[in-house]
């Protein structure tokens, strides 16, 4: 178990620097189009031996989900065991570092967390497109969560494709302290009469400075943003005040919110940013990209 990485279980906040809402399948999932990258911020999932399965919730936004009777890494654990054909066994502590229902896949992550953690400490060796399917089975954003790279994501979350490579951009989150449940804001939308958004999620060409990169970014968009700020105005405030920031080059919604980010042009710029945003009730980071440790050769 010492063996394992601390990074194996680390599940970043994943962050939609767009997101386009593209059309509708018949099952009424939506099909999008997002460009998703992951922030340096996260939850941790750890797991050590014992003889069934449980999960110990620990962390500032543990809170709700250790009163649940079953969460989403319960079940991708499960499905993944029922999948090796193993008994699912092993004590699971999630230190819960990111708020519930707010737009930056905190489940989602954790699930994903889940079936990388546990198929190193059950040495369960599946091909990709297995793990990317159960994945899939666990929620729409738990497939670009496995990876946990800047990628292209279409379809309903299913579809990835490389981008190329990002320049070292600084990232602040903002949230208001308020869940915003996905369906409510989607309903939201179409109750606006909202109709669909052609697939522009990725400004085209390569962008070396982390400012240039976010003016492209401008000319895209959140299309659940608006729709969100009318179900929770909050977000609008929380808008108001990443776009006051010094530094600041572009502010917006992630997912279907009620998380906000803001880019800035260095990781650095973000963390002195984030440290002079105090606002009561609010959750706020700031920092870079998650990157993933270099291995040894
Ligand atoms: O897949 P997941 O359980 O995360 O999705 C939660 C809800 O969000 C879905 O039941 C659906 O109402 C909505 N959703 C959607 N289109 C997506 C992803 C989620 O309509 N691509």
Redesign the pocket.
């Known amino acids: 178990m010492s063996a394992l990485s601390a990074d194996l279980g680390f599940a970043p906040a994943k962050v939609n620097l767009t997101l386009r809402v593209t059309g509708r399948r018949p099952d009424?999932?939506?099909l999008?189009d997002s460009l998703v990258v992951f922030a340096g911020v996260g939850d941790r999932l750890s797991v050590s031996p014992a003889d069934d399965l449980s999960l110990t919730v620990t962390g500032p936004f543990g809170g709700p989900l250790a009163a649940e009777p079953d969460n989403l890494v319960l079940r991708a654990a499960r499905l993944l065991a029922e999948t090796a054909g193993i008994p699912a066994r092993g004590a699971l502590v999630l230190e819960k570092n990111l708020p519930i229902a707010s737009g930056i896949g905190g489940g989602?992550s954790d699930a994903a967390a889940a079936l990388r953690l546990l198929s190193a400490f059950w040495r369960v060796t599946l091909p990709e497109p297995v793990l990317q399917a159960m994945a899939l089975k666990l929620?729409?954003?738990v497939p670009v969560c496995l990876n946990r790279q800047a990628v292209r994501m279409a379809g309903?979350?299913e579809i990835l494709s490389p981008v190329p490579p990002l320049p070292p951009l600084g990232v602040v989150l903002a949230n208001p302290g308020l869940a915003c449940p996905?369906?409510a804001i989607?309903r939201a939308r179409a109750a606006a009469g909202a109709g669909f958004s052609p697939a522009d999620a990725v400004p085209a060409g390569r962008f070396a400075s982390p400012v240039d990169f976010a003016h492209a970014l401008a000319a895209n968009g959140n299309d659940l943003e608006d729709p969100a700020i009318a179900v929770q105005p909050a977000i609008g405030a929380v808008l108001a005040v990443l776009r006051a920031a010094p530094g600041v080059q572009l502010a917006r919604m992630s997912g279907s919110g009620a998380t906000c980010f803001g880019l800035f042009p260095s990781p650095h710029d973000a963390a002195a940013a984030a440290s002079a945003m105090r606002h009561d009730g609010w959750w706020v980071w700031g920092g870079g990209l998650y990157e993933p440790p270099l291995r040894a050769l």
């Open positions: 009424g999932y939506h999008l989602s929620g729409a954003d309903i979350g996905t369906p989607f």
